[in-house]
């Protein structure tokens, strides 16, 4: 009896040891997105913020809407060594846009919390005739298919609130991916294309400026980086939400003990006062969840994308 009590203790302990020594190497953090926008900045704070006890090595792996990063970590040990920066696009949406997704974006992965939301910007050139979203309704009705959307490509969230608007609306327009925002906003400007549902950070210094004209917010609240620009919700389309948001995801079978150690570290880097700061000053807002309710948030954003994209006819391929 002692030598079975005592395989049992041995079974346990090695398979409590893994967590309880995580993490024992440089854990690997994938950002789908080239650097500089607002997954890669959230990746690097977390690598320069976190108290781990090893490395946490920032790598940009972008490419087919994020699916080309997402894919590594999908297929990588789920032994929290890798962990994939997700986004709105690589973990809800992906899946309707593309006909053959590389991995599913549930059962390969195993949530360990959202980071951050953002709202996109609904910005025009500052040459079309319309200073509110009911003008713009009105004058895409009355000019069907005359207006052209930009976005830094397709299955961004960029490019689905252009979606979600036509689809609420019933606006004919034409949706222009380029192969990054920094293409998409001097056609903006020079009249080339006419809007653009950018984000947050990227679309509000030139609106503030008077470069472009800021009509409304794609979020479900004004946020506090433009207290002055209502809502789309709020402009006679109740219910149009589409916000960006961040999210760390582990490969599947990730031990819940190193899930909560991460999650746990999660919440200390970025509830940091110069790091709440800093995403203050990006637009980015802090949601900061357990791995359950990334879990619940991710499965009704599944759902609501799958619908916008159906109805638009969307594709990716």
Not at 31 to 54: C, H, M, W, Y
Not at 95 to 112: E, N, Q, R
Not at 284 to 300: C, R, T
């Amino acid at each position: 009896m002692s030598r079975i009590i005592a395989a049992l203790l041995l079974a346990i302990l090695a398979g409590t040891a893994p967590a309880q020594s995580y993490p024992a190497k440089s854990i690997r953090l994938i950002v789908t997105f080239p650097t500089g926008g607002a997954p890669d900045i959230l990746a690097r704070i977390f690598s320069e913020k976190n108290a781990l006890g090893q490395p946490v090595v920032v790598d940009n792996k972008p490419g087919a809407g994020g699916n080309i990063g997402a894919e590594i970590v999908a297929k990588s040990p789920g032994d929290g060594y890798s962990l994939v920066m997700a986004t709105v696009g690589t973990h809800a949406i992906n899946g309707a846009l593309y006909s053959k997704m590389p991995y599913d974006m549930v059962k390969d992965f195993t949530a360990v919390g959202l980071i951050a939301s953002t709202p996109n910007l609904l910005v025009v050139n500052t040459g079309l005739p319309v200073k509110s979203v009911a003008e713009l309704i009105a004058y895409g009705k009355a000019n069907p298919n005359k207006l052209s959307f930009g976005s830094p490509g397709i299955g961004s969230s960029i490019h689905v609130s252009g979606e979600l608007f036509k689809s609420m609306t019933g606006v004919q327009m034409t949706h222009v991916p380029y192969k990054g925002r920094q293409f998409a906003l001097p056609d903006l400007l020079g009249g080339q294309i006419q809007l653009m549902f950018d984000n947050m950070p990227s679309a509000l210094p030139m609106a503030k400026e008077g470069k472009l004209r800021a009509l409304g917010q794609t979020g479900a609240k004004r946020s506090p980086s433009a207290p002055d620009v209502p809502t789309i919700a709020e402009q006679g389309l109740p219910g149009f939400e589409a916000t960006a948001w961040f999210a760390l995801f582990a490969p599947a079978g990730t031990p819940r003990d190193v899930v909560a150690r991460l999650n746990a570290e999660m919440q200390r880097v970025y509830k940091l006062a110069d790091v709440q700061e800093k995403l203050k000053t990006l637009g980015l807002d802090p949601i900061l969840s357990s791995p359950e309710d990334l879990v619940k948030y991710q499965a009704s954003e599944i759902a609501k994308w799958a619908k916008v994209v159906k109805e638009s006819g969307a594709k990716a391929d």
